[in-house]
Nanobody
Framework: QVQLVESGGGLVQAGGSLRLSCVASGSMKSINVMAWYRQAPGNQRELVASITSGEPTRNADSVRYADSVKGRFTISRDNAKNTWTLQMNSLKPEDTAVYYC????????????WGQGTQVSVSS
């Protein structure tokens, strides 16, 4: 069974920074895509950022960001440690949401797995 465990999050003032981390464990053959989603109250869950496990410099599509976070958030990954992080700078109140890490993982089949979610709150 694959498990994703998030850390980080919390309460910060507008303009501040937070760093989220996610670590995947379990019997995995590969993690194909690592991502962060968020869901604010009353809203649908939305993709914040994603990164593939391949070499990023050769493929412009290997890292993707929601338009609302471009230039402020950075996703990175450590394939050897099965971890990925989301560095969030210049936070805005509208970034307030529960953030979920997500992974496209190959075990005996290919499936999507989710973390438990971590609250990020940005005060104005």
């Amino acid at each position: 069974q694959v498990q994703l465990v998030e850390s980080g999050g919390g309460l910060v003032q507008a303009g501040g920074s937070l760093r989220l981390s996610c670590v995947a464990s379990g019997s995995m053959k590969s993690i194909n895509v690592m991502a962060w989603y968020r869901q604010a109250p009353g809203n649908q869950r939305e993709l914040v950022a994603s990164i593939t496990s391949g070499e990023p410099t050769r493929n412009a599509d290997s890292v993707r960001y929601a338009d609302s976070v471009k230039g402020r958030f950075t996703i990175s990954r450590d394939n050897a440690k099965n971890t990925w992080t989301l560095q969030m700078n210049s936070l805005k109140p509208e970034d307030t949401a529960v953030y979920y890490c997500c992974a496209d993982v190959t075990t005996n089949y290919r499936g999507r797995y989710w973390g438990q979610g971590t609250q990020v709150s940005v005060s104005s």
